[in-house]
């Protein structure tokens, strides 16, 4: 079975930092580009940052720039998201997700299955 | 960066009824749109890829449609599980993914 498994989620202060992991398995990780997607309460969805296969390409959301980095080991199957410099605005579910959707031995590259259950960052004092 | 806006914001209808939800790119994005439904506590899931081919195991009365600038998603006749919120997402400007703000469906 496809899946992806967020941890590291919790509540920190403002200015503070945290490291989410997504954990991989069913499919060949080392394959695909992963990225983050966050949510915040009661609102839509926002993607954060994407990571290539090999991390050779990296891509943050202008929101994120410069606090954010995205990074992966394939050895481990695992995908991590360090977030430095927390603001209130961080407060969100973070999801990871696969950038392909592959189905009957095609993959399609841009559209984001499976996803993980999502992990909940909260930035408060 | 492309702005995907949706609408309505709400949409109130009865189970067996059609649904028709709307989703306006600011530019074109070709063909190159999704449609995901989200339950709530849930991550959203794939419905429609391309603009309008059914990922696996979505039933058929989901249908996706469009191009360019201008996409619905249409659900021929609603059963209880549909109830939830759809987004649409463009792949056009990888890899600068946006997302519409969402369509709650909700029962009438």
């Known amino acids: 079975e496809v899946q992806l498994v967020e941890s590291g989620g919790g509540l920190v202060k403002p200015g503070g930092s945290l490291r989410l992991s997504c954990a991989a398995s069913?499919?060949?990780?080392?394959?695909?580009?992963m990225n983050w997607v966050r949510q915040a309460p009661g609102k839509g969805l926002e993607w954060v940052s994407s990571i290539s296969s090999s991390s050779s390409y990296i891509y943050y959301a202008d929101s994120v720039k410069g606090r954010f980095t995205i990074s992966r080991d394939n050895a481990k199957n695992s995908l991590y998201l360090q977030m430095n410099s927390l603001r209130a605005e961080d407060t969100a579910v973070y999801y990871c997700?696969?950038?392909?959707?592959?189905?009957?031995?095609?993959?399609?590259?841009?559209?984001?299955?499976?996803w993980g259950q999502g992990t909940l960052v909260t930035v408060s004092s | 960066e492309i702005v995907l806006t949706q609408s309505p914001a709400t949409l109130s209808l009865s189970p067996g009824e059609r649904a028709t939800l709307s989703c306006r790119a600011s530019?074109?994005?070709?063909?190159?749109l999704a449609w995901y439904q989200q339950k709530p506590g849930q991550a959203p899931r794939l419905l429609i890829y391309d603009a309008s081919n059914r990922a696996t195991g979505i039933p058929a009365r989901f249908s996706g449609s469009g191009s360019g600038t201008d996409f619905t998603l249409t659900i021929s006749s609603l059963e209880p599980e549909d109830f939830a919120v759809y987004y649409c997402?463009?792949?056009?400007?990888?890899?600068?993914?946006?997302f519409g703000q969402g369509t709650k469906l909700e029962i009438k």
């Open positions: 997700a696969r950038e392909t959707y592959c189905s009957g031995g095609s993959c399609y590259l841009g559209w984001f299955d499976p």
């Open positions: 997402q463009q792949r056009s400007n990888w890899p600068l993914y946006t």
């Open positions: 530019q074109s994005v070709s063909s190159y």
């Open positions: 069913g499919f060949t990780f080392s394959s695909y580009s």
